[in-house]
């Protein structure tokens, strides 16, 4: 199984912050790492798929990038309504594994 | 507009068991495949299962192979995960979730369904 390690579990920031989220894979997974937004009693929603792609209807300050094991997920100007946990999930194969997330909270 | 909408859980003893569906509208749900996600209290997402969009293929967590099944009907847009010998850790709630045919990204979730295993 394909091994997903978000190196952060929590990350403190302030409103209007530079933030990066990093996760690396245990094997190479190309292309196929998505990222996911989870607030409290809400369903995930999906960013980025694609390791770089932005999901229709999600604000461009969200960004991602990466190949092979290596990705990072960008948020250029922290927002009040992005302080939430994010997950990165491999998708090349099954059991499509998720990072452990990594909770972003107000500094 | 895509919308999955769960039901089904609620409490059961250890041991026990539980069939959850997943009513899917909005899109061609025979053109689909199809996972269930958990998330226990205080813990972070966990693939559980998938299934193909003619049910040729269904994979499983190791955690919930032999005690889980997944199933689909196309005729009826849904999606069930029979759920038997059940565990205190199998509490969570379950989310169906709709993966894309491009890069496999799950793209649409359900609000999710409770299942709480407790004697």
């Known amino acids: 199984d394909i091994q997903m390690t978000q190196s952060l579990s929590s990350l403190s920031a302030y409103v209007g912050d530079r933030v990066t989220i990093t996760c690396r894979a245990s094997?190479?997974?190309?292309?196929?790492l998505n990222w996911y937004q989870k607030k409290p009693g809400k369903a995930p929603k999906l960013l980025i798929y694609a390791a770089s792609s932005l999901q229709g209807g999600v604000p461009s300050r969200f960004s991602g990038s990466g190949s092979g094991t290596d990705f990072t997920l960008t948020i250029s100007s922290l927002q009040p309504e992005d302080f939430a946990t994010y997950y990165c999930q491999q998708s090349y194969s099954t059991p499509y594994t998720f990072g452990q997330g990594t909770k972003l909270e107000i500094k | 507009e895509v919308q999955l909408v769960e039901s089904g859980g609620g409490l059961v003893q250890p041991g026990g068991s539980l069939r959850l569906s997943c009513a899917v509208s909005?899109?061609?749900?025979?053109?689909?495949?199809m996972n269930w996600v958990r998330q226990a209290p205080g813990k972070g997402l966990e693939w559980v299962s998938y299934?193909?969009?003619?049910?040729?293929?269904?994979y499983y967590a190791d955690s919930v192979k032999g005690r889980f099944t997944i199933s689909r009907d196309n005729a009826k847009n849904s999606l069930y995960l029979q759920m038997n010998s059940l565990r205190d850790e199998d509490t969570s709630v379950y989310y169906c979730a709709r993966r894309n045919s491009g890069w496999h990204e799950l793209d649409y979730w359900g609000q999710g369904t409770l299942v709480t295993v407790s004697s």
């Open positions: 909005g899109f061609t749900f025979s053109n689909f495949g």
């Open positions: 094997q190479t997974i190309s292309s196929y």
């Open positions: 299934i193909g969009s003619s049910s040729s293929s269904t």
